[in-house]
């Protein structure tokens, strides 16, 4: 059956307000600065296998601004927004580029700037605060939490690539007449 776009913006509404309660339970729990964003962001892949990149960025956007004016805590609304809420679509977009290392380089390329762009923009809305909190276990301390979040985006990557194929092959048959 196809769907009308009122349909698929009312899905894709439905899912921007789960996703900004996702980031809100992490923002009040206090350890969910970065696995929140990235569980709001699989909430993107119904709409990407579904209707696509155009919705799915429609998602993206919405759950962006919502929890830009929302989240309480700004690391982790600027996370979503900057680093990892559009990476599903990104993602599906980069598994064009051949050879796989030129693809990982920039993924990888994607993230660190995004991360060093989230606290630029961290340390000009909050001031010097934020560098001297960075800083202050030195260079190789930071050096050893961007390996570490870089770590933690290759695992994020991987899973984003089994929660698809399972959405594919075992949700997407039972949900399919809801969709």
Known sequence: MRKSKSQKAALCGVLAALSVVLLLAGSALQVGTYAAPMLAAFLLIPVQVEYGPRYALLLYLATAVLALLLVPETELA??????????????????????????????????????????????????????????GDGLPMLLVLLGMGNAAFFLYDRALGVLTRYYRLALRPRLRRFL
């Open 78 to 135: 600027l996370f979503y927004a900057l680093a990892v809420g559009h990476y599903p679509v990104l993602r599906c977009a980069l598994r064009a580029v051949r050879p796989a290392v030129v693809r990982w380089v920039l993924t990888f390329l994607a993230f660190n700037a995004a991360v060093v762009l989230l606290y630029a923009l961290l340390a000009a809305l909050l001031g010097p605060v934020v560098w001297r909190e960075l800083a």
